[in-house]
């Protein structure tokens, strides 16, 4: 772009007034400006040139290491795959002593409410056989004091009201 100074000589006179001058040719402002454009713009085609340059660089490095970051990212999976037999096999030996010990809580626990009902049952039975035993022992007086009767037989205990529970 053409200053102001540039501007400005356009309307400077060629010569100094005086005496007519012979017609001069008109001057070539484009080919001022051709000439005067043509180093910045060889300029700029050469960095034009660079950065293709650099760009195509850029591409093939990006390519480059997108294809080594695919090729790690195979070599993690399948590492990956290899270790998950490992792990699960881990976590099922894990899970399986977990259920092992509670499954020995359980026992241990039932064992423990078994003895005490065993427990329970010795120090009750005797009191409910001599109970039975008694009941037996005055249905059986009971029987041989009374003669039959024509209405049928009568269970053992039926019609006593029987105090508490087994």
Known sequence: MTGFQDFLARFRPAVSPGRAAPGGVPAD??????????PPLALL????????TVRERADAAAT??????E???????????????????????????AVQGEAAALLTEAAREAVALRDRARSRTPALADRVVALVLEDIAAEQASPPRAQGHMSLGQGRPQAGGP
Do not use: D, F, N
């Not at 402002?29 to 043509?38: D, F, G, K, V």
């Not at 480059?64 to 970051?69: H, P």
């Open 71 to 97: 090729r790690q990212a195979e070599v993690i999976v399948a590492e990956a795959r290899e270790e998950a037999g490992g792990v699960r096999a881990r976590t099922a030996e894990q899970v399986l002593r």
């Open 29 to 38: 402002r484009s080919a001022e400006l051709r000439a005067e454009l043509t």
């Open 45 to 52: 085609e050469q960095a034009e040139a660079e950065a293709r």
């Open 64 to 69: 480059s290491e997108l294809r080594e970051a």
